[in-house]
């Protein structure tokens, strides 16, 4: 009976490609799943309900007509006072909402909702996950209410890293999305983990055992970028000694990652749309189609849906490649997890550098949390590198460190590269004095310096 309550709301016809895809592609990845997934638009309407949401209805319940999710999954024929979901639709900087289990608002068991634009930016309608149902039998037993347990927080997914409500938020629709064959579009700033997020769409798909391609489309010029990626034929430009497959034949079967989509030129992203379209390439130099498997996910971090009103971005690749976006949150609003992530990283570089085990302390812990980290989760894990490398002593507790971790955004790189030299001159006139029993003419001769020299960088390090 469940499989057929799929077909009881038909999917409708949209006018906006970009909508109608990505309620499409849900459709494909939510009808063989036993979560319970639905989509609803401005008005409550149900777009699209998969099988598994209807597990609760009895046959005699089931709507025999097109209904609004209050009827749907409430059970009931008022709309509800307060729906916590419809949120989604208050800006475009509303990611997902969180539905408490308490209230009217949760009476159909919504656990969280994420808003699905159209293609001028507009928020038109909205994915909705519910809590796991009980059989309908079960569920109509007289009970007495108890407090439901709060739902396990995950501090992994795969090599992803968090606790925080955004990165659980990420984790749901991570491993919702890989089971579809849709493509997927990964937004977010430099250093938010991009890559890694693809890699573990990758690895949770059925194509896990299949090639992982990774592509640096911003670090290639066009010709070039034709030839990795669509292979090229012998003689069809000077160098071409040979014929060579692209890396879409390479990824055959698999999954290939197309970074930095946004700074590609409109003459290879028109040959991308085509690949895209028509799922074939045809080598640089060639006439004949080559029929490719591959699932493409794409990543930037600019706002691609800006690039595409400035006609910077061609508008009908945006759409095939937004199937399915995923945004990832910067470090600074997921601060909670930055303890987690630096004990990550610390045990990682200890282990890297054959050093021993570091802890750290709580102060110290405090400043890196508090720190900029205009590199997200990239600049953290190389700092938390650096230190450890630099450092002596089982604790990360020097004051140098925490100030450098702290550097404001615009004090740029030069600031920072000067700051790590000047830490590892430091750690290495400390260690030198403590081989050499306090002995400065030694110490200097150890560090192969003379002893005024030694003597100005202990008044620079005040190291007296």
Not at 18 to 38: K, M, P, Y
Not at 299 to 313: G, I, M, P, Q, W
Not at 318 to 330: E, K, M, T, W
Not at 433 to 453: E, F, M, W
Request: aromatic residues 6%; proline residues 6%.
């Amino acid at each position: 009976m469940a499989g057929s309550q799929s077909e009881v709301f038909p999917l409708p016809s949209f006018s906006d490609p970009i909508l109608a895809a990505r309620v499409e592609a849900i459709r494909q990845l939510a009808g063989g799943v036993s979560d319970r997934i639905a989509v609803m638009d401005r008005e409550f309407n149900v777009v699209y309900a998969n099988a598994s949401a209807w597990t609760d209805r009895v046959p005699d319940e089931v709507p025999a007509h097109s209904a609004k999710c209050y009827e749907a999954f409430a059970h009931r024929t008022d709309p509800c006072d307060a729906c916590p979901a419809t949120k989604v639709f208050e800006g475009p900087d509303v990611q997902s909402v969180s539905c408490g289990s308490g209230g009217d608002g949760a009476a159909c068991g919504m656990h969280q909702a994420f808003p699905l634009s159209g293609s001028d930016g507009e928020v038109a309608s909205m994915l909705v996950l519910f809590k796991p149902t009980v059989s309908p039998k079960s569920q109509r037993k007289p009970h007495v209410p108890e407090e439901l347990p709060s739902p396990m927080v995950r501090e992994h997914l795969g090599d992803l890293i968090g606790r925080s409500a955004a990165m659980q938020q990420l984790f749901d629709m991570i491993a919702l999305v890989a089971e579809s064959q849709a493509t997927v579009l990964i937004q977010g700033e430099s250093g938010t983990g991009k890559e890694l997020v693809a890699k573990t769409i990758h690895r949770l798909s059925d194509r896990r055992d299949k090639p992982f391609v990774v592509v640096d489309c911003g670090s290639l010029p066009e010709t070039l970028l034709e030839s990795e990626l669509f292979g090229h034929m012998k003689g069809s430009f000077t160098g071409a000694t040979a014929n060579k497959r692209g890396l879409f034949e390479e990824a055959d079967g698999g999954t290939i990652f197309l970074d930095e989509i946004a700074d590609t030129t409109p003459t290879f992203q028109a040959k991308l749309l085509r690949v895209l379209q028509e799922g074939e390439v045809k080598r640089v130099g060639g006439n004949q189609p080559i029929k490719v498997d591959v699932r493409v996910v794409s990543a930037t971090n600019k706002d691609l849906s800006e690039l595409v009103k400035a006609k910077a971005f061609r508008q009908d690749l945006y759409y095939r490649l937004a199937v399915l976006p995923l945004s990832l949150p910067p470090l600074r609003e997921r601060r909670e997890d930055i303890p987690l992530l630096v004990e990550h990283f610390v045990v990682a570089s200890c282990k890297r550098h054959r050093q021993s085990a570091r802890t750290v302390l709580s102060d110290v812990m405090q400043a890196l949390s508090e720190a900029a980290w205009p590199g997200n989760v990239r600049e953290l894990q190389h700092y938390i590198e650096r230190a450890v490398v630099t450092t002596a002593g089982p604790h990360l507790t020097c004051g140098d460190i925490v100030a450098l971790g702290s550097k404001a955004p615009e004090e740029g790189l030069r600031t920072v590269v000067r700051d790590a030299v000047s830490l590892t001159e430091r750690t290495r006139i400390v260690e030198a004095l403590r081989k050499t029993g306090g002995n400065r003419l030694r110490a200097a001769k150890l560090l192969k310096i003379s002893r005024a020299g030694l003597y100005n960088k202990l008044r620079e390090y005040d190291l007296q």
